[in-house]
């Protein structure tokens, strides 16, 4: 089980009988939050940090506990802020800045110089918030009784963030063949990647996938198949297609896990020695969390798994999608997104049908796919663009929508959406922005989740929503390019 280390501060000055007190506050405080939050984290509450070295302490052990990811501090009382200089500055854990009083209500009958002395957070967090923004510590601040369902809310986003952070920074992403030639979007810098989000970025030959290929039983085979015939509907008589799909996959898993991979890439320009392009593997996969970037892609891929991870306990849909065509009907614009083939069955609104149709580029066999119809509901589409000297988030809200007809011919998975705050608005702030034409897509997550990751990161974000003005956002731009120094 994850943790995370809840960790109250005071001082000296305060004498035994009053430190014990708030110490006991403070692991009360924690044992209500782990009680709420115990299906996914474990809030364990620190002994009090009374001066430098108690604080440098506990910083150094919560930044090598490999099962912390991430700390809440309060300051039950004045904590006099040069003490966590040293802590802070070691600090390598996503930080929440609790700003909570163990009583809710003032007792205005009782209340004395003791009562008032022991309960000043009011005091002690703004002397704490104040030595966190001098040292440009990027955090969640979040205000309130901590019993209250709003403060809850805060506290639960931000371990959904912390476990995505968490599991970012062990990720390794596989790359099956290099980027698309020439496409500029979805290619990056990936040193700095693996840097600022730990994403261990490495190319693998598509022969060495094409030996375990080879290896995998009929057995095996039969399994996999299994797995399909009960997640989908086979609606195809090419059952050899559909059995080079189950193969693929199977040496895909026997790959990943002893590379310890959990993202991959990979090309319909370099399937040397492979019959088909990945495509129900690849949509079978996602719907696992297995992170997935078509055309070597690795931005999307690792971004899709590290989002994924980070709806794990929430209802909704994640996965890759790519923008694909429009319906430009005045005013009642629409978006059309799909892809050759790998969009994630999370999204079916149906039984996907696994269904085998040409596909008119790359030279290879018929491959099986999953078809379906997408559902509606609000969500988010985000995507990672690298800007040369730093990386910028996009997120858009949008609106998913059920497809207005059928679209019997069209042989691949599709999602429509609607654009916020208007069509016209939504596509050229994306533009304006440099979003890609891959990007993640989830109903699970808000864009206040992108948010949290962007600033925990230290990431660029852009948003557009229902309040996006053009004229604004485009100054907004012009802003970023100045204060990042490029321009
Ligand atoms: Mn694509």
């Known amino acids: 089980m994850k943790k995370i280390y809840f960790i109250t501060g005071s001082q000296d000055l305060y004498g035994d009988d009053t430190l014990r007190q708030a110490e006991r506050n403070g692991k009360e405080i924690a044992s209500f939050l782990s009680e709420k939050l115990n299906e996914k984290v474990c809030i364990e509450g620190m002994?009090?940090?009374?001066?430098r070295d108690e604080a440098e302490n506990c910083i150094i052990t919560a930044n090598s506990d490999k099962a912390c990811i991430g700390v809440i501090l309060w300051m039950h009382t004045f904590s006099p802020a040069k003490m966590w200089i040293k802590a802070l500055q070691t600090l390598n854990k996503p930080l929440l800045h609790l700003h909570t009083q163990f009583n809710e209500k003032l007792p205005y009958d009782n209340i004395d110089m003791d009562f008032m002395n022991l309960n000043q957070s009011a005091h002690g967090d703004r002397e704490f918030g104040f030595i966190c923004t001098r040292l440009g510590i990027k955090r969640e601040v979040v205000v309130g009784y901590y019993k209250n369902k709003a403060v809850i809310d805060q506290i639960s986003r931000f371990v959904d963030v912390s476990l995505a952070i968490a599991f970012s920074k062990s990720l390794r992403v596989g790359m099956f063949g290099n980027n698309m030639r020439d496409v500029a979007v979805t290619d990056g810098d990936r040193v700095e990647s693996e840097i600022q989000y730990g994403w261990n970025v490495n190319y693998y030959g598509i022969g060495d996938l094409c030996d375990l290929i080879s290896e995998v039983s009929d057995e095996e085979i039969d399994q996999k198949m299994k797995e399909y015939t009960q997640k989908y509907e086979m609606d195809t008589?090419?059952?050899?297609?559909?059995?080079e799909q189950a193969k693929y996959e199977v040496a895909l898993e026997k790959f990943m896990q002893k590379e310890n991979i959990s993202a991959i890439t990979d090309t319909f320009e370099d399937l040397h020695g492979l019959r088909q392009l990945p495509g129900l593997a690849a949509q079978n996969l996602m719907s696992k969390g297995i992170g997935f970037g078509p055309e070597g892609d690795y931005k999307t891929s690792a971004l899709s798994a590290v989002l994924f991870e980070m709806a794990k306990y929430r209802d909704g849909a994640t996965g890759f999608t790519e923008d694909y065509t429009y319906d430009l009907t005045d005013g009642e614009e629409m978006e059309l997104a799909s892809h050759m083939l790998e969009v994630s069955p999370v999204f079916s609104k149906n039984t996907p049908k696994i269904q085998v149709h040409p596909l008119g580029i790359g030279g290879k066999s018929d491959p099986a796919r999953l078809v379906f119809d997408g559902i509606s509901g609000e969500g988010v589409a985000?995507?990672?663009?690298?800007?040369?000297?730093?990386?910028r988030l996009i997120c858009a809200d949008i609106t998913l929508i059920d497809q207005p007809k059928p679209m019997p011919k069209l042989p691949v998975a599709r999602l429509m959406?609607?654009?916020?705050?208007?069509?016209?608005?939504?596509?050229a702030a994306w533009i304006y922005a440099g979003g890609a034409h891959h990007a993640v897509v989830s109903t699970a997550l808000t864009s206040e989740d992108i948010r949290l990751f962007a600033k925990l990161t230290n990431t660029e974000l852009v948003m557009i929503d229902e309040k996006t003005d053009l004229n604004m956002f485009e100054k907004n731009l012009e802003l970023l390019e100045i204060i990042s120094g490029k321009r």
Do not use: Q, S, Y
């Open 47 to 51: 002994p009090i940090v009374r001066n």
């Open 237 to 243: 008589d090419h059952v050899e297609a559909v059995r």
């Open 382 to 391: 985000v995507c990672m663009v690298d800007m040369g000297n730093r990386f």
């Open 417 to 427: 959406w609607k654009l916020k705050p208007d069509f016209k608005t939504g596509a």
